[in-house]
């Protein structure tokens, strides 16, 4: 069973009960603050023989002085025959009130500690504070492989609104949560009896009757050494009784000392079991620091959050997976398609696929990954399988790979397409894992593993133009996802270039409508380098393009290429200043520039120069940036041209190097300009720079390829840098 199974059955089970002990803890955390503000706490260092002689002089009939969590002290008395537990100042003795006990309601203590069923109950509270233990750790793996480890844990979080409660809360209240689970188990093992914290029994200790009257409080020696901060409680002698002793408890031990001559007869120390559990009291507690309580409120409270927030993702995966409509029977389908997905939306695109070859006239069945066969009467075998994370398989598929591998391999073609997002270092980790063990063990695949990026609509449908040119027959698959609400754009100003190769393109810069306005969504807040999605008339299919101006800038910024036949960009580039388009935002985190500041190299070709702009843009703080820029001509195709010069002398762009591959002495390539700089790019790179790549697939391996090879001498790589969360493309 993998850790999300763990993390959400037991959650699901236990959770209700963790919410009760949260909520009474939370109710419970606010008796040390109330404490906090009934009386002054008395200074640490003050000597408790001081102490006593201030009590002495207020209150003549002391037996015990007391010092409370909160650093209060109380006196416990006679007035009269009556018994008496008072308040005092430290700082005089001065009686400041009568002292009571928590009035918190019994009832809220013992549901927090048995949920009132007695020692069964007692046993119970243990176990959920060991579940609580196992879903803390549990939160902690899956919090790292979600955000894409330690250095990324504190980057935005996507997802639905419940994911994004679940993560964010967890992630600023989980170590408390951890802290409060441990602790719980430790006071629970002496509450049980599982761990001994019984005293020893007392010396025989008398004071001496020497026929000298007794040395006051504030002449012992022994209380003069110690102080205020380390006493707990204090026992006066019996002023009827000439044998009776001091006693002194204090957080090291107790003692006992001689009344006439104030010399300490025996001391006690504390047993490491009594120390441990006073300190997980403490931690647990909140009893010694009021604003330590107010944490530990506030995590107890957040555990009906966890829980709602959770079984809502549980719900909503529940509903969100579903199964192929239209399935022929396993036994007479001659394609099989097979779906790994984490949250359900892989399901969508093999539903596109599935009726698509259903279209075309085969009996087609769709089922999980997990189980995965070939039959008798199949003729092709597709799987659509997601990554969960960092490289791992969805949960229901965890076992696929192990079922896979004891199967003999079959003739019938197995092709594999994955599915991730490029942010993770293992990028569509799981596809790769499955389409590597596949060839290995000896199965042929129709066509080589096609990795989609973020639930790309455009790549999945040129991944069936090649499927149906495999297959020789004409194939369609116009995948149409849920899409979340857009917002109206209003174009404001457009710059035109010639472009390149006949493709006229434009930098196009728009106005969103204002909150408020009927039938405007707010647009969600963006980055430079997050994409907008903008759904062209006739298609069903949104079309994605990096964002070069960031939320604050204050307006929604692209550059448009013409593309032949291409529904989206023609009618974008028809576009007039006050004409308005539909769009909404996609995060694109894993292409973000975190907020530190190294230099950064910023490698772009042609209309992947944009989100680059988008980071000089909005490098106010003059971060070191170096842009390589490649084009063709200057007069045609250097979009952003007059921005980035004027960037580069207001000092937030560090170097420019251009270079134009169809002009005399224009440079070459920009791969071409980066091995020409290669002494000083390794020197940056080895220095910790981070590099963002932005342009077509071709241009992207043409870098990639030229930085291996000047990365060599470091004894480095771009797979080491991806690894390291150090380098990043976004191509198209």
């Known amino acids: ?47 408790v023989a001081t102490l006593v002689e201030r009590v002495s002089r207020t209150v003549p009939q002391a037996e015990e002085i007391r010092r409370l969590p909160s650093g209060a002290i109380v006196v416990f008395g006679f007035a009269g025959d009556r018994p008496q537990a008072t308040y005092v100042d430290p700082a005089d003795g001065r009686v400041l009130g009568a002292w009571q006990p928590s009035t918190l309601p019994r009832w809220v203590k013992n ?14 509270a243990a176990g959920v504070a060991l579940v609580m233990g196992v879903l803390c750790a549990s939160a902690l793996v899956l919090l790292l492989r979600r955000m894409g480890g330690w250095r990324q844990l504190a980057t935005r979080v996507r997802g639905s609104l419940a ?84 006693q002194i408890t204090t957080s090291q031990g107790r003692g006992w000392m001689d009344r006439y001559s104030g010399r300490m007869l025996a001391w006690q120390d504390a047993s ?37 927030s959770g079984v809502l993702i549980w719900w909503q995966g529940r509903r969100q997976m579903p199964a192929a409509t239209g399935n022929a029977p396993l036994a007479r389908a001659d394609v099989l398609i097979y779906v790994a997905s984490e949250g359900g939306s892989t399901w969508g695109f093999a539903q596109t696929l599935h009726d698509a070859l259903q279209g075309n006239g085969h009996q087609v069945h769709t089922q999980g990954l997990e189980h995965f066969q070939t039959t008798a009467t199949a003729r092709q075998v597709f799987v659509l399988a997601a990554t969960y994370g960092d490289g791992q398989a969805p949960a229901h598929a965890s076992q696929a790979l192990a079922r896979i591998a004891k199967l003999q391999a079959g003739v019938v073609p197995v092709t594999v397409l994955g599915f991730g997002d490029r942010q993770y270092p293992a990028f569509c980790g799981f596809a790769v894992a499955l389409d590597q063990l596949l060839r290995e063990r000896g199965w042929p695949a129709l066509l080589p593993l096609e990795r989609i990026h973020q639930q790309s609509g455009q790549q999945f449908a040129r991944w069936g133009e090649a499927l149906g040119r495999a297959l020789g027959e004409a194939l369609v698959l116009a995948h149409v996802p849920r899409l979340p609400p857009s917002a109206p754009l209003t174009l404001t100003a457009r710059q035109d270039y010639a472009g390149a190769d006949g493709q006229p393109t434009a930098i196009l810069r728009f106005a969103w409508a204002a909150a ?138 560090t170097t420019l190097t251009a270079v134009f591959s169809r002009v005399p002495d224009g440079g070459g390539y920009v791969q071409d300009a980066l091995r020409r700089d290669a002494e000083r790019l390794r020197k940056l790179l080895e220095q910790g720079a981070l590099v963002r790549v932005c342009g077509s697939h071709a241009m992207a391996a043409g870098v990639a390829q030229a930085l291996d090879e000047l990365l060599t001498p470091l004894g480095l790589s771009v797979s080491i840098l991806k690894a390291k969360q150090r380098y990043a493309e976004d191509v198209f």
């Not at 062209?536 to 307006?555: C, I, K, M, Q, T």
């Open 1 to 47: 069973m993998g850790w999300k199974a763990i993390h959400r059955w037991l959650g699901l089970t236990a959770g209700l009960l963790a919410v009760v002990l949260g909520i009474t803890g939370a109710v419970l955390a606010t008796d040390p603050v109330q404490q906090a503000w009934q009386a002054p706490a008395a200074p640490a260092a003050l000597p």
């Open 516 to 653: 408020g306005q009927t039938g405007a969504h707010r647009l969600a807040t963006f980055a430079a380098g997050d994409l907008v999605g903008i759904l062209p008339n006739g298609s069903p299919v949104p079309r994605y393009y990096s964002l070069a101006s960031g939320w604050e800038d204050g307006f929604v910024e692209i550059c448009v290429r013409q593309m032949p036949g291409g529904l989206c960009s023609t009618q974008l580039l028809g576009l007039q200043p006050g004409d308005r388009i539909a769009a909404f935002i996609r995060p694109n985190p894993g292409f973000a520039l975190p907020r530190t500041g190294g230099a950064v190299l910023l490698i772009g070709a042609g209309t992947g120069v944009a989100p680059l702009a988008g980071f000089i843009r909005s490098n106010q703080r003059r971060r070191p940036l170096h842009l390589y820029f490649g084009g063709r001509a200057p007069d045609r195709d250097f979009y952003f041209g007059p921005e980035i010069r004027r960037w580069l002398a207001e000092g937030r762009l």
């Open 163 to 246: 994911q994004r409660i679940h993560v964010v809360a967890g992630r600023v209240l989980l170590a408390v949560l951890c802290l409060t689970s441990i602790t719980a188990l430790t006071m629970s093992a002496s509450t049980l009896g599982l761990l001994s914290l019984d005293e020893p029994p007392e010396p025989d200790t008398r004071s001496v009757v020497r026929g000298a009257p007794a040395a006051p409080g504030d002449g012992l020696a022994a209380l003069r050494s110690i102080t205020v901060g380390n006493l707990r409680k204090l026992n006066l002698p019996d002023a009827t009784d000439p044998e009776d002793t001091w």
């Open 272 to 308: 490491l079991a009594q120390r441990v559990n006073d300190w997980a009291q403490v931690l647990h507690t909140g009893e010694t620091a009021w604003p330590w309580a107010v944490l530990l409120g506030i995590a107890g409270a957040s555990m009906l959050l966890f829980w709602l």
């Open 111 to 124: 549901l927090h500690r048995s949920l009132l069923l007695g020692d069964f109950g007692r046993w119970l």
